[in-house]
């Protein structure tokens, strides 16, 4: 089972941007699906964006235009980059990787974006 590590996340202002990373601990060239999900306080865990095999992304409405996912399978990395950032975005980012869709996956443990003035 693939370890996934979460970095990258801080305080940050409205309009900023972060860059999230979630580095695996083996290869992540044969898993078809990785994402990134968030939860904030209160609220039930949900999808940010997947990529999978062949860099097809996909982006939930919230997100879209501001955020970019990619996989680097050299590096064994998975990247979150943030732009426009807003308020609304502080959760806990959690990165997943499956190797099917129907798979539940490997999770990471998480790392605290906050957007706040």
């Known amino acids: 089972q693939v370890q996934l590590v979460e970095s990258g996340g801080g305080l940050v202002q409205p309009g900023g941007s972060l860059r999230l990373s979630c580095a695996a601990s083996g290869s992540i060239f044969n898993f078809y699906v990785m994402g990134w999900y968030r939860q904030a306080p209160g609220k039930q865990r949900e999808l940010v964006a997947h990529i999978f095999s062949g860099n097809i992304t996909n982006y939930a409405h919230s997100v879209k235009d501001r955020f970019t996912i990619s996989r680097d399978n050299a590096k064994n990395t998975v990247y979150l980059q943030m732009n426009s950032l807003k308020p609304e975005d502080t959760a806990v980012y959690y990165c997943?990787?499956?190797?099917?869709?129907?798979?539940?996956?490997?999770w990471g443990q998480g790392t605290q974006v906050t957007v706040s003035s």
């Open positions: 997943r990787a499956r190797k099917s869709i129907t798979a539940f996956g490997s």
